[in-house]
């Protein structure tokens, strides 16, 4: 069976070997056992359904919701001599019907459709008339209402499934998914779970890097003069913010374009046009720019703000070095930032359920901000790796600040949240640690135990700063919603009683990513 596609692999794309996992998956698929297929961003996800359309009876339906990739897709499946077609939004009345009647004659191996297409008759209808042997349905995150990008239309495709007799095989693939979501894809599928096929999310190429407590304007600018000649792309939250990024960098003679929402598509298609084939090295944009670039030599993407969760994070920084090559992926860190998605959330229409879902991971990506760990490991934890090493090569794992013995601070400041019973969030702590005045303090009765104050020769902020570095190595717990409480975990407990040693890197550092050193 593999070898057949194993010789399609080479006659239709030209490549001697599968990847990692591609080979799994189409097995699986051929064997007719529906699958997850969990792989990252440029793993190769596409082949793990177009061998299998090459190798089985009628045709396959690929459910996408990226309608700016399709004609890509579509005309790079026609040069190598796959017959297919897609069907959207974009296309005409005519178009349509000439499509779809090659659909009903059996002309097409593939056919690419946008999910809201399934609420259409008359495409319902044409499930009656043809033979479907497969459904892949690409971000299948989508399906997901715990995923970071939640699309009602992707829950009609269960219904479309069970249109289609004989039942077709089902094939998932995402490159985001968390254990939660992944479990919910497969039970919205219908996929045993040992049908899942995970492979590996490390990008060995990419260098992760936080830097924090630095002139972010400064920065970017030094940062992009020394990388010069070199493709990059800046993300910011807002379209304000892209708009004074992009004057800021082109001032400075910087090649740069700029894509939000709130330009005009002619302007948009032209700038990315104008990146695509490198006629301006930085793209600033907000996350609205990327779903439909295919860029392979972007060498650093560098997040000016925090982006909303880890998901989001890893897909954007992902988009570096997509060849291969060395390339950098910066988060400018700055935690009042992450006030901004606090408010987007808190305004958002989900319920509130999903909502507190949401705060806890928006904690999760600020935890990456304050982590001391590698940087690549704890992405890696993020998405289940369990068993991830660790990189040698991002920030942390190269920062080679001293690390100094914390563990009689931290047992000061784990007591202390014991004592209050773990019923608060970090600026109450951080206030009785430091022997605050505040009446509310009083009013519990705080300033009575024996760590009021205990702390009081640092400041609020530095205390509060110790709280995220012990809630992001693991040693608090934050409850979900938008004022966490803190609770101790198992780690911190161990330290309460001795039996482990609490480490932290010097404070105060200047990050050296580029060579040499920066004036800040
Ligand atoms: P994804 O959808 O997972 O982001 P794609 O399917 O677009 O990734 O594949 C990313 C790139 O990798 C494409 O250029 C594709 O042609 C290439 N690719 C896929 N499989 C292989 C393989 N087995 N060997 C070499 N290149 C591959």
Not at 103 to 127: C, H, M, Q, S, W
Not at 345 to 368: C, P, T, V, W
């Amino acid at each position: 069976m593999l070898t057949k596609a194993k010789d399609f692999l080479q006659s239709y794309f030209g490549y001697d070997e599968f990847r990692r996992g591609q080979d799994t998956i189409i097995q699986k698929v051929l064997a007719g056992e529906d699958t997850l297929g969990i792989m990252p961003t440029g793993g190769g996800k596409s082949i793990c359904y177009q061998i299998p359309a090459l190798s089985l009876r009628g045709i396959t339906i690929v459910v996408s919701p990226l309608i700016s990739l399709m004609k890509d897709q579509v005309d790079a499946l026609e040069k190598a001599g796959i017959p297919s077609t897609f069907i959207n939004s974009t296309i005409t009345g005519e178009e349509m019907r000439e499509r779809m009647s090659g659909l009903y004659n059996g002309k097409y191996k593939l056919v690419y459709i946008a999910p809201e297409r399934l609420e259409t008759d008359y495409f319902l209808r044409l499930l009656d008339e043809v033979h479907v042997s497969l459904v892949a349905i690409d971000e299948a995150h989508c399906i997901s209402q715990w995923g970071h990008d939640f699309r009602p239309s992707y829950l009609l495709i269960r219904e479309l499934i069970n249109r289609i007799k004989p039942k077709p095989v089902v094939l998932g693939l995402t490159a985001t998914a968390t254990p939660q979501v992944r479990e919910d894809i497969r039970q919205l599928l219908d996929i045993h779970v040992e049908n899942t096929v995970v492979t590996g999310f490390e990008r060995e190429n990419l260098r992760f890097h936080v830097v924090k407590g630095q002139d972010r304007d400064l920065f970017l600018i030094d940062y992009i003069q020394k990388n010069s000649g070199q493709a990059g792309i800046v993300y910011a939250a807002t379209r304000k913010e892209v708009e004074r990024l992009y004057h800021l960098l082109k001032a400075k003679g910087i090649a740069v374009g700029k894509y939000h929402a709130g330009i005009s598509e002619k302007s948009r298609e032209r700038y990315q046009e104008q990146f695509l084939y490198d006629d301006i090295d930085v793209m600033v944009a907000t996350n609205a720019f990327g779903m439909g670039i295919n860029k392979s030599n972007v060498r650093f993407v560098i997040h000016y703000h925090i982006p909303r969760n880890m998901e989001s994070y890893y897909q954007e920084a992902g988009r570096a070095g997509r060849d291969g090559e060395e390339s950098d992926c910066i988060l400018l860190f700055a935690p009042q930032d992450s006030h901004i998605q606090s408010f987007l959330i808190d305004q958002s229409e989900m319920d509130e359920h999903r909502k507190e879902n949401e705060f806890g991971k928006l904690r999760k990506m600020i935890a990456y901000g304050h982590t001391e760990s590698c940087l690549q490991q704890y992405i890696l934890h993020y998405f289940g790796e369990e068993d991830a090493n660790i990189c040698g090569k991002c920030g942390n794992c190269t920062d080679d600040r001293e690390q100094v013995d914390v563990t009689v601070e931290a047992q000061m400041a784990l007591s202390c949240i014991r004592r209050m019973n773990e019923r608060f969030g970090k600026t109450m702590i951080a206030k009785v640690l430091t022997g605050s005045s505040d009446q509310k303090i009083r009013s519990f009765g705080f300033d009575q135990l024996s760590t009021y104050g205990i702390m009081k020769d640092k400041t609020q902020k530095e205390t509060t700063e110790f709280i995220d570095f012990l809630t992001a190595e693991g040693y608090l717990r934050p409850t979900d919603g938008s004022y966490p409480i803190l609770m101790l975990t198992e780690m911190a407990r161990d330290v309460l009683h001795g039996k482990e040693k609490v480490m932290r890197k010097e404070k105060a550092r200047i990050t050296q990513i580029v060579e040499d050193n920066m004036l800040f």
